[in-house]
């Protein structure tokens, strides 16, 4: 993904960066000569022959880079879209013609990311967090995500093949011994079988017993290029196959109302990270997904998250409201976002408007979603607003939780006046060993009235000891106050650690082997890496790559190519005005 971003880079940097909704009509000579010979250069662009020229020399480029088989899947499959919308951004007629002179400008209202904060905390109550005064009773809040099955798991096979994903029947058989994936899972560039899955469903859960579920997404395995490679194109019939099987499998075992509270996953996009967020040329997705999942919502929650991907609705029995986000709307590599990331299909909107209502009701809530908007894989200006709602609503928001990242961490949103912690954005590890990592998941304690965290433990199946087992136990690694030493869960708390383990060798100690879920193979890699531990402290103390960047002036993970593909994709959110009337307001609250 991250080869084709820096492909791309150069195409949106000429792209220019007026984000537009609609505009007004100048039917003048030379505004209509400059469309037509815009729409002749994007037609000529995006034509087979360019296209097929293109991609011969950048999938060249490609392979020496990365695998071969991921550059031919890659620019078979996902490539070409990213393509067109990538030369549709550049020939925007309404940007160019505009531009150079041609065209009458539309009239616009830009709203900065500053401005868009200073509208949502102009009616900010003061910060006033629960009591800190325990009830009598704490909810167990399970978390799972990134499942990334592997339908092709064979065990026995090279957990280190040296090509893309391993772990499959058909690579090169393993070396020695300690190469051989085993019966639940292998330390390296692997997925899991459905039945280590099948496993965390039947032994780990009800062991667990929780009173509230949420799957945060991404079920189809790693192994998406090699299967595109060897069956030529991705299939829509065998897209979600994952994504039934794993819904289906865990309805039979917890159905009813609020039993789970799932979410989409960048994998669930067709390819992977795409998703025409507003068009329809992805609502089958919405169709199947909704359908699935059916058992689990309100009819209100079916209803929006057919139409959006994305539903708010009440946990039975309680005045705790779960938030969940469509993630979608401010994935970064979704090229569908590229010619407007202005608030796609309104979700900022959406989100605002169902915390008010809480707000007014006096509910709590739990946001939850696949991707962190302060990844580098998140529109920034995106996570910047977001955060913005987060400081707003701090008095009812308990908690967000996100995945994607296969890590165990957090980051944290701040009170714009004060700079003091309010809410945090809990990151939680994956079920899915890729890679090295030990497949684990999260126990949020949280308090029965006001629902605000009280801690929370993590359990692994660590799979070098499971593998030497028929029956393995999925074994608690460590609870949060009592591995860190902390009085208390409160946002507080996740700030100082973050910050202390910037220069504490100690805690850095700590938090890293928690980090990577106890993988010895990452923790050691990293360890002695001072740099990437200034990044990762300012990464935690954060919310967003703005914040991030402020903190230290270096992304995360060195990730430079992506935070510059971000500058470029993102731009200033614009609505355009016509007849002295604002068109569209993505906010209800101004």
Known sequence: MKVLAVLCLGLLFIGG??????????????????KTVTSGIKGLMQSSQVWNFLKTIAEAICKVIVDGEVCHSLFLDLAPIFYQNAIAKLTHSDTICPGIGLCRAPRIITETKESFRARILKDQPPYNPPDKSPSAKNLKFLVFADTHIEEEYKEGSSGNCGK??????????????????????????????????????????????????????????????????????????NHLHQSKQVSKYLSQKFSGIGKIYPVMGNHEGFPMDTFDIRGDSHQWIYN??????????????????KAHGRYSQLHPGTNLRIIAMNTFAYDVLNSYLWTNSTDPDGNLGWIYDALL???????????????????????????????????????????????????????????????????????????????YLNPSFTVFHIDSETFSLQDYDVYRLYLEEANNHSNPKWKKSHSFKEYYGMNSAEPSSFLALAQ??????????????????????LFEEKRHKRKFQKELSCYMSSSSLYE??????????????????NWFVVSEWKYVIQSSQLLIIQMSCS
């Open 288 to 305: 199947k997904l909704t359908h699935l999942w059916r058992h689990w919502l309100t009819d209100l929650s079916y209803i929006e998250h």
């Open 17 to 34: 960066a007026l984000q537009t909704l609609e505009v007004e009509e100048d039917n003048s000579f030379f505004c209509t000569q400059c």
């Open 357 to 435: 209502e809480s707000e007014k009701r006096k509910e709590n809530v739990w946001i939850i979603g696949h991707t962190p908007p302060g990844d580098e894989e998140g529109n920034q200006d995106w996570a910047f607003r977001f955060s913005a709602i987060c400081d707003r609503f701090a008095n009812i928001i308990r908690g967000v939780v996100f995945a994607h990242v296969h890590v165990e961490g957090w980051q944290i949103v701040k009170n714009f006046k004060t700079q003091q912690p309010v809410v945090v954005h809990h990151i939680v590890p994956s079920i899915s060993s890729y890679s």
């Open 548 to 565: 991030i960047g402020d903190c230290i002036s270096v992304f995360p993970n060195g990730s430079w190519g992506m935070a510059i593909f």
């Open 164 to 237: 893309g994903i391993c772990c499959i029947e058909g690579r090169s058989p393993p070396k020695t011994d300690k190469d051989r994936a085993g019966k639940w899972g292998y330390l390296g560039n692997c997925d899991i079988p459905w039945r280590t899955f099948q496993h965390f469903v039947d032994e780990a859960i009800p062991e667990i017993n929780p009173d509230i579920m949420a799957w945060l997404g991404d079920n189809n395995g790693h192994n998406f290029w090699q299967k595109v490679f060897y069956c030529r194109k991705a299939s829509k019939k």
């Open 500 to 521: 202390k383990m910037k220069d504490d060798q100690t805690t850095w100690t700590k938090v890293l082997k928690k980090y990577y879920q106890d993988s010895a193979h």
